[in-house]
């Protein structure tokens, strides 16, 4: 083979080798003789090697120079402003243009610049074009944006994009702009306000959407942020010209002046995949999901800045343990009760009470209430007919049904009432009667009246005005009313 052919073979590009000839003939004209055929092809390939990148995932705002392949996806509207003087002349005016491209990775708003913006708003280029494109990246107001130098139709390539299509949220990346992704609610918060530097007053609010792939926290801007307070959760929604940032690791999804956040007719999948309770450790961030075994009642305390704070604890359990979870702020108006199932979503483990291992969720998790599945009981979360199936294996709600899915032991009537033990199928006949003198002896779940105990089996509720602590082995005596013990002792 030929210098050049040589070349060619060692590089690893999407250009072909007749553009790769063309090029290289450009350059020794360009340089008046001053390099040979070899000498050109070397420093083509040098350019096309050095900024190349592989994919649209793979740009960031602080790279100087990018080169990719990406599909045009939409076509903004020209823009035209007024660029400063100098002092002496009049103000020039500029003009500019937005393309979004995509390719199989992510989104990225590209940037056309006067004649070429002019160009491409008389009709120079197409949706579904894919360009071979070169330019600088940088981070825009709404996400990466890349300053396009220069943009060439490449027909020989293909990227598998169809435009107008919606990510999916596992498929969101840094700095994607206009992003379009459907999910289901599965958590909402209030608006908060703050101050700007400039004295303007700002809101801000959040939620949090899942589908098949993942979940993802949404932040609403100003009077973008009522939106949270508007959508139940369990609503499938469709987030439009949202923008990803990160914060504290983690990706955000936001929603400005331009986005919004839609409510769609259609099922939306969302499928919770949660650790086991039993291998989290302090320290960890985690998921969690189960049954919920007790919950206390909200408690209201004072902050040292002088604000009114709230806190629920509830005890959740799968198959591999239990956990006391402590629900902060509006999570502890989450509407539960014993018998739901849960998931805690980014909670914090701490060391809890007696070397207890404690979950915390505080503004940055997800707290949902899963709805009695169909199947096995597995749990799910619905937007008209979406459901969300929990994955057994991982959450361990299975080891609360029965092979027919019916409950079993610990998952007694509405989780406080005092169930044959040994299944949900357990004829009423065979627990003791209303007004029989019973005791029961079991760990204090839940403190206050009533009190709730759990003995491994079953939970049952005690009437009681007795002081008792959290963990604290107790025997309660007294005559059964229904699914309540009425107790004359408790030691």
């Known amino acids: 083979m030929g210098a050049i052919e040589d070349i060619y073979a060692d590089l690893d590009t999407d250009v072909s080798e007749e553009k790769f000839r063309e090029a290289v003939e450009e350059k020794v004209e360009q340089m008046g003789g001053l390099a040979d055929t070899e000498t050109a092809a070397m420093l083509i390939a040098h350019e096309l090697s050095e900024n190349e990148v592989n994919a649209i995932a793979d740009i960031e705002p602080g790279m100087q120079e990018v080169k990719f392949l990406a599909k045009v996806v939409g076509v903004g509207d020209l823009r035209t402003f007024e660029r400063d003087g100098d002092g002496e002349e009049e103000p020039d005016e500029g003009r500019v243009i937005n393309v979004e491209a995509a390719d199989e990775t992510g989104t990225v708003r590209l940037a056309f610049w006067d004649g070429q913006a002019q160009a491409i708003a008389d009709g120079e280029m197409e949706v579904g074009q894919v360009l071979r494109i070169k330019g600088r990246p940088k981070e825009g107001y709404n996400g990466l944006e890349v300053s396009v130098d220069k943009a060439e139709p490449d027909e020989e390539a293909t990227i598998d994009v169809e435009p107008g299509e919606g990510s999916t949220i596992d498929a969101l990346t840094m700095g994607q702009s206009d992003v379009n992704v459907r999910g289901l609610v599965l958590d909402t918060d209030s608006v908060r306000t703050f101050d700007r530097d400039d004295g303007s007053e700002g809101r801000v609010a959040n939620l949090t959407i899942g589908d098949e792939t993942g979940r993802v926290r949404v932040t609403l801007w100003d009077e973008k942020a009522d939106r949270a307070g508007e959508i139940e959760p369990g609503t499938a929604v469709e987030v439009v010209d949202g923008y990803v940032r990160e914060r504290e690791g983690s990706l955000e999804l936001h929603v400005g002046d331009r986005g919004a956040v839609d409510e769609v007719d259609e099922d939306v999948a969302f499928e919770p995949d949660a650790d086991p309770i039993e291998a989290v450790e302090i320290g960890d961030t985690a998921d969690i999901a189960g049954v919920v075994r007790s919950a206390d009642p909200k408690r209201t305390f004072d902050r040292d800045d002088g604000s009114e704070g709230?806190?629920?604890?509830?005890?959740?359990?799968?198959?591999?343990?239990?956990?006391?979870?402590?629900?902060?702020?509006?999570?502890?108006?989450?509407?539960?009760?014993?018998?739901?199932?849960?998931?805690?979503?980014?909670?914090?483990?701490?060391?809890?009470?007696?070397?207890?291992?404690?979950?915390?969720?505080?503004?940055?998790?997800?707290?949902?209430?899963?709805?009695?599945?169909?199947?096995?009981?597995?749990?799910?979360?619905?937007?008209?007919?979406?459901?969300?199936?929990?994955?057994?294996g991982d959450a361990g709600l299975d080891a609360f049904t029965g092979e027919d899915g019916d409950a079993g032991a610990g998952d007694s009537a509405g989780g406080a009432g005092a169930s044959g033990g040994s299944g949900g199928d357990a004829d009423a006949d065979d627990g003791p009667a209303d007004g029989e003198s019973v005791e029961f002896t079991g760990t204090v779940v839940q403190t206050g009246n009533p009190v709730?105990?759990?003995?491994?089996?079953?939970?049952m509720t005690v009437e009681t005005d007795a002081a008792v602590q959290l963990g604290q082995e107790v025997t309660a005596r007294g005559e059964l009313d229904g699914d309540r013990l009425d107790a004359d002792d408790v030691f």
Do not use: C, F, H, Y
């Not at 009470?353 to 599945?373: C, F, G, I, M, P």
């Not at 709730?452 to 939970?459: C, F, K, M, R, S």
């Open 310 to 392: 709230q806190v629920r604890n509830v005890r959740l359990q799968d198959e591999t343990g239990d956990i006391r979870v402590a629900l902060w702020g509006d999570k502890a108006d989450t509407d539960l009760a014993p018998g739901d199932e849960l998931l805690a979503a980014d909670v914090e483990i701490d060391d809890g009470w007696q070397d207890d291992k404690e979950a915390s969720a505080n503004w940055q998790s997800t707290v949902v209430v899963l709805d009695d599945a169909a199947t096995g009981g597995a749990g799910a979360a619905s937007g008209g007919d979406a459901t969300a199936s929990a994955d057994g």
């Open 452 to 459: 709730v105990l759990d003995d491994g089996e079953q939970t």
